[in-house]
């Protein structure tokens, strides 16, 4: 149907590359730091691949509100 295709244009993943992971205390906070923004669908962070992938609404949010938040957790974005 079409709405789905709508639902498939507008969802789009980003993988973040993070620095400052050390435990699984910074892998909860970065997540849960992501899934309130609005327009996330899911956030995954790796600790062992320090980076946060992060499904989302390309139409509601973007990857500079992703770095933002990622930034006010206290973690660093490696730029890519």
Do not use: H, P
């Amino acid at each position: 149907s079409w709405n789905n295709y709508d639902d498939n244009v507008r969802m789009q993943t980003r993988v973040v590359k993070m620095r400052a992971l050390t435990c699984s205390g910074c892998v909860n906070s970065g997540k849960n730091v992501l899934q309130k923004i609005s327009g996330v669908s899911s956030a995954d962070v790796s600790l062992e691949q320090a980076q946060a992938t992060i499904q989302y609404d390309a139409t509601t949010t973007n990857a500079s509100q992703f770095k933002d938040a990622i930034k006010e957790a206290g973690f660093e974005v490696i730029n890519q």
